[in-house]
């Protein structure tokens, strides 16, 4: 998850039998919540076989045990009844149809409990043809990966991907396909520069006044051009999570009163269990010149059964809570992803929404209009639309950067201002967000700029002290003439 789409996390190494090295041998906080977040969190993991918050470097599976950690049974009992489960929540025909086709041991309370959707994320081949019909460029990128930004998809939505169709739009961003293994010039692993601008491991600190914090780098679903693909997804890797980490970052930014702004991402951090995430919000609450909060998440999209009643009255505390979801098509709208966002904004928590521009997916004026229209009515105001970065791997989703120009320009006065994103570059090498927008600027007339509307029509505006439309004045006397949304083209061009 980006400070966006782009979210501490959970281990993985391709194995289904993940295991649990939670991290408390480095320096405890003297807040004493951390050492009973840990107890709780352990005793759910161990219960439920879930991967840690760190990123073990060893092999051997660790328990509890050996961490010299040992639950109450009365904490076993109840992380293992409640910290999961989700009473009450809707399931869709769709899904239902689904779960009894191909999870018929699963009830409906199974399907609703967040670890059990964990557990049963598609991680192979073999899962996946169990569902989808593979098509032969599928199955060789499936095979042929190592390493990071493995295979996972949880069932919730698995049951929204296309059994046949390989161009189906959700299936395309979330199986891989060879295209993954081209590498083009320009791109990346790291396109945006962010371990350059590490202050301390997994703390961003590239704007004056915000950071970046990567909690985690487990995610419940992969998307295939993620832009921390380096670091998502890989157990043993170089990227490690843990709560020491997490107190370091947090007394980084204890020291630089700048700092007013906290953008929690990863990796997903919806997907650090509710005691541990509470401990970071309450450990970063602590912090009195830190006005505002942010998560960056995926998971009401992918894993709506995330978003429990607990999870929501624990965010409550703490305001000024923000949040940033990521979604891609309108197909995600789903009622339960709707479930999802009403609960979390009846918690008193503004919700953003966070697009990547995609080719074959998302790239034309009707999918967006229909998804940006379905977010206003989930209550989630659409609040970046991104250029694609250029991460390795990514060119057969990446458009043309006119591409996003035109959406922008076919949404703007043709439907309602909170429908309408803001279209950004993320500057490759670290320079931060761009913003692109159509130019209704199309030159001057002496004491009067002249503007064009979302129709093409020519309007002046008094503005006798300014410059502001000279060089379009320039363009046109050149031969260019400017289209609706104020865009320059020769004559030529335009037959
Ligand atoms: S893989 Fe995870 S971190 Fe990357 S974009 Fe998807 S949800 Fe965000």
């Known amino acids: ?68 950690i040992a639950p109450t049974k009365s904490v076993r009992k109840q992380a293992k009844k409640s910290l999961f489960k989700n009473p009450g929540f809707p399931e869709s025909e769709r899904t239902r149809a689904f779960r009894r086709r191909f999870y018929p041991d699963a009830t409906k309370e199974d399907w609703s409990d967040w670890g059990w959707q964990v557990r049963h994320r598609i991680r192979d081949l073999e899962q996946l043809s169990r569902i989808i019909k593979l098509s032969p460029d599928e199955e060789t990128a499936v095979l042929r990966h190592r390493g990071s930004l493995p295979i996972g998809i949880t069932p919730y939505y698995a049951s929204l991907l296309d059994e046949i169709n390989p161009d189906q739009p959700l299936r395309r961003t979330h199986i891989p396909v060879t295209g993954e293994y081209v590498r083009t010039p320009g791109e990346d692993p790291d396109p945006l520069g962010e371990d350059h601008d590490t202050a301390t491991p997994g703390l961003v600190h590239r704007y004056p006044d915000r950071v970046l914090f990567l909690t985690t780098g487990f995610c419940s679903t992969y998307c295939r051009y993620c832009t921390r693909s380096r670091m998502v997804g890989e157990t043993n890797g170089v990227y490690s999570f843990s709560v020491s980490q997490w107190e370091k970052a947090a007394q980084y930014i204890e020291a630089h009163p700048e700092i007013r702004d906290c953008l929690l991402s990863g990796g997903d951090p919806l997907s650090i269990m509710d005691d541990k995430l509470e401990w ?34 624990m965010l409550r505390k703490y305001h000024p809570l923000w949040m940033s979801i990521h979604f891609t098509h309108p197909d995600e709208l789903t009622p339960e992803t709707a479930e999802a966002c009403e609960r979390l904004a009846d918690a008193g928590i503004p919700l953003g929404s966070q697009t990547v521009l995609l080719k074959g997916v998302n790239d034309n004026l009707e999918t967006m209009r229909r998804l940006y229209h379905g977010l206003l009515k989930i209550r989630v105001k659409p609040y970046y639309l991104y250029q694609c970065d250029p991460v390795s791997g990514s060119s057969h989703f990446r458009t043309p950067v006119e591409k ?4 922008m320009a076919g949404l703007r006065g043709f439907t309602t201002g909170y429908a309408n994103p803001i279209f950004v570059i993320d500057a490759p090498g670290g320079g931060g967000k761009i913003p692109l927008m159509p130019d209704y600027v199309i030159g001057r007339d002496g004491a009067d700029l002249l503007l064009t509307n979302f129709e093409g029509g020519v309007y002046r505006y008094p503005d006798p002290e300014g410059r502001l439309g000279e060089s379009q004045n320039y363009l046109r006397q050149q031969g260019f003439d400017h289209d609706t949304a104020g865009r320059f083209y020769t004559a030529k061009a335009r037959n």
């Open 404 to 407: 996003g120009l035109e959406i």
């Open 280 to 313: 970071l919000l309450a450990r970063l609450r602590r912090i009195k010149h830190l006005e505002f909060i942010r998560i960056g998440t995926k998971i009401p999209v992918v894993m709506p059964q995330r978003i429990t009643k607990n999870l929501t009255r």
């Open 1 to 68: 998850m980006k400070d966006r789409p782009g979210s501490a996390g959970i281990p993985e190494d391709g194995s289904t039998k993940e295991h649990i090295s939670l991290d408390i041998t480095g320096p405890v906080p003297e807040h004493t919540y951390h050492l009973q977040t840990v107890e709780a969190d352990s005793a759910a993991l161990a219960s439920l076989h879930f991967p840690s918050l760190h990123h073990s470097h060893s092999d051997a599976p660790q328990s509890q045990t050996e961490n010299g």
